[in-house]
């Protein structure tokens, strides 16, 4: 297999491309692949930023970001297709890289392997992208045999799976979300006095069942009881019986690997129930609709600066 030197470079430059999408509930969605437009022309001034670069004159770097942008957990990406023309203009504002400009193509996995890997294919054989940015963790085993094959190298702040720290070419820019984001969310619960958790995660999507895995490995060493992993289906009438079950186990932290629209209806089912546990919401749950939860007790984790840190880098992304 081999990765060329810019193709290289394109999966390192993407450590700047945070494409977490919490907060919106506009529900976007799209179709095959959505090529945003280049910056072209003069230099622009970024955001917040007081300097112009020259404008990249080069040959576009297509940056392929097959992305979750409808079925289950969807909302959770709502905000992606912004985010990444947001980035590309940004990054082009700064003269590109090495020269050249870059231009994102996000298109729709739908949630379903196959479809994501059919997707991922056209990116590579007829976008003529030079790197994969999956945001979509149903995609990543279904997709990491082609691409390696193919030698395009594949980059994410979202490593859900071992095969991110053991597949050549494919760099993992953030946190191993199921062993240092199980870890942390667990010292979390720890240090707010909770000494038992079961994960609630989607019976529709198996990369859910992850959250789950994760829990039941590290939770007793870190002196939380793990009461197992219940699975939800969104199109359940109602989820009497896992509250019940919950209950009975006296259950004090529920891991929400759902969407909030699941959330909502099992924490209303649950309190009818007369259940009221705590509920735990990881990074990738957690946006501004948590408000329709009124009266929960929560808890949550952002493995990221605070969006209003006063440092350089993140007043850059403001």
């Known amino acids: 297999m081999r990765i060329s030197t810019k193709a290289t470079a394109v999966a390192l430059a993407l450590a700047t491309l945070a494409l977490g999408a919490c907060g919106d509930d506009s529900g976007s969605k799209s179709s095959g ?15 917040g930023g007081s300097t112009t670069a020259a404008a990249p004159t080069g040959d576009p770097i297509k940056i392929g970001v097959p992305a979750r942008l409808s079925g289950q957990g969807s909302i959770s990406y709502a905000g992606l297709p912004q ?9 082009n504002a700064q003269g590109g890289i090495n020269g050249h400009p870059v231009q994102v193509v996000v298109g729709d996995s739908a949630s379903d392997p196959a479809k994501g890997l059919a997707l991922v294919k056209k990116m590579v054989e007829t976008d003529k992208v030079l790197a994969i940015h999956p945001e979509d963790p149903t995609l990543d085993n279904a997709m990491a045999p082609y691409a390696t094959s193919a030698g395009v190298p594949v980059a994410s702040s979202y490593a859900a799976y071992p095969l991110w720290m053991a597949t050549p070419g494919w760099f993992a820019l953030g946190i191993l979300s199921t062993v240092d984001g199980t ?28 959250a789950g895995d994760a829990l039941s490995k590290q939770a007793p060493g870190a002196g939380i009881r793990y009461d197992g992993t219940t699975k939800v289906a969104a199109t359940a009438p109602n989820y009497t019986a896992e509250c019940l079950a919950l209950k009975n186990k006296n259950t004090e932290v529920l891991y929400m690997g759902v969407s909030i629209d699941v959330a909502k209806k099992l ?30 007790s929560a808890l949550g984790m952002l493995p ?8 350089p880098a993140t007043k850059d992304f403001r």
């Open 33 to 47: 692949t959505t090529a945003t437009t280049a910056a072209g022309g003069s230099a622009t001034t970024a955001a």
């Open 83 to 91: 985010a990444a023309s947001s980035w590309e203009k940004w990054v």
């Open 183 to 210: 870890n942390a969310s667990l010292d979390i619960m720890k240090k707010a006095g909770k000494t038992s958790v079961s994960a609630v995660v989607c019976a529709e999507v198996a990369a859910c069942g992850a």
């Open 267 to 296: 924490y209303a089912d649950c309190t009818t129930q007369g259940y009221k546990p705590f509920l735990f919401f990881p990074y990738h749950s957690i946006n501004n609709r948590l408000t329709e939860l009124p009266g929960v």
């Open 304 to 311: 990221t600066i605070p969006w209003y840190a006063d440092v």
